[in-house]
C-alpha cells in the first residue's frame, strides 16, 4: 500500500487505539469534558473510515476502562449514553464501508439496556466482510485474563483439561479478541505513555506508537503518520533478523 506521497505502507493487521485526552482537549477549548468524549465519539467514525481505506484488518478502540467508574456520576453516566450514540451515528456509514463491529469488556457492570443495544449492533454488523471494529467498553485487560482462568479452571474441575495442558493458545482463546488477528500495533495518543490496563496479554509483541495529539484532533494524517512509523520498525520477536 502507497500513500498520497508514494511512500510505501507496512500496514498492519491490527491496530489498537487507546483514545485518551478528550478532556484536555475540551478545557484548552473552555469547554466542559462531556464536549471532549462527545468529539471523541464522532472521531470513531473517522478513524474507522481511514483504517478501512488504509486497508487494516482490525481496529480496537478503547472507549472507558473498568477503572473509568471511579470518575464523577455525571461524567460516567454521560459516558454511559456512548453505545446509544455508536447505533444512531455510525450505522449508515458503516453499513457503506461494510464494517463488522464487536464489543470487548465485562458484561457484569453495564445496564440492560446497553447490553440490548451492544448485542444488536453486533447481531446486525455480524456477517459484513470489512474492518472489524472492536469497541473496548468496560473493557479492562486484568479482567479479561482473569475471567480467561475463571472459564479454564471451570473446565479443568470439570475434567476437560488438565492443568498441566493449560497452554498460552488457551489462554488467547478465551479472550475476548480471540476471533481478532494478533495485534501489531497499539498507538496511544494525548501524550501518556502507559498502557493503562489495555489489551496486556496481546500486546506482548505490539509496536507501540505514542504521540501528543488528543484523541479528539487524532486525524486520518496522524494515522499515517503512526503507519510510516510502524512501517520503519525492525520487528524481531526474539529472533535475529
Ligand atoms: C479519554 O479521555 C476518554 C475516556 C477515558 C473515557 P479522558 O477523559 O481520559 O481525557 P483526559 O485524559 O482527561 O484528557
Ligand atoms: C485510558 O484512559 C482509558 C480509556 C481511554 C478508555 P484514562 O484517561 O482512563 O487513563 P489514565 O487514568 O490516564 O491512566
Ligand atoms: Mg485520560
Same mark, same amino acid.
Given at each position: ?7 510505501? /505502507? ?38 474507522? /473510515? ?27 453516566? &454521560? ?10 451515528? &455510525?450505522?449508515?456509514? &458503516? ?147
Amino acid at each position: 500500500m502507497f500513500n498520497k506521497k508514494n511512500k510505501e /505502507l507496512n500496514i498492519p493487521n491490527h491496530i489498537a487505539i487507546i483514545l485518551d485526552g478528550n478532556g484536555r482537549w475540551a478545557k484548552k477549548r473552555g469547554m466542559p469534558r462531556t464536549y471532549g468524549h462527545q468529539k471523541g465519539v464522532e472521531n470513531i467514525r473517522t478513524i474507522a /473510515l481511514a483504517a478501512s481505506d488504509f486497508g487494516i484488518k482490525a481496529l480496537s478502540v478503547y472507549a472507558f476502562s473498568t477503572e473509568n467508574w471511579k470518575r464523577p456520576k455525571d461524567e460516567v453516566d &454521560f459516558l454511559m449514553k456512548l453505545p446509544a450514540e455508536f447505533e444512531k451515528k &455510525f450505522k449508515d456509514d &458503516f453499513k457503506k464501508y461494510d464494517i463488522k463491529v464487536m464489543f470487548s469488556g465485562r458484561k457484569t457492570h453495564l445496564s440492560d439496556k446497553n447490553l440490548e443495544i451492544l448485542e444488536r449492533i453486533t447481531e446486525n454488523t455480524k456477517d459484513r466482510q470489512g474492518l472489524i471494529l472492536n469497541i473496548c467498553f468496560d473493557y479492562g485487560s486484568q479482567t479479561e485474563i482473569t475471567e480467561a482462568v475463571q472459564l479454564i479452571s471451570q473446565e479443568v474441575k470439570e475434567n476437560k483439561i488438565k492443568p498441566e495442558n493449560i497452554s498460552k493458545e488457551m489462554i488467547t482463546e478465551r479472550l475476548y479478541t480471540k476471533d481478532l488477528p494478533e495485534l501489531d500495533l497499539l498507538i496511544r495518543p494525548s501524550g501518556e505513555v502507559r498502557l493503562s490496563n489495555f489489551l496486556l496479554w496481546q500486546a506482548a509483541y505490539a509496536e507501540l506508537y505514542f504521540c501528543d495529539t488528543y484523541w479528539p484532533a487524532f486525524s486520518k494524517k496522524s494515522l499515517e503518520k503512526a503507519l510510516l512509523d510502524f512501517t520503519k520498525r525492525n520487528r524481531r520477536f526474539g529472533g535475529l533478523k
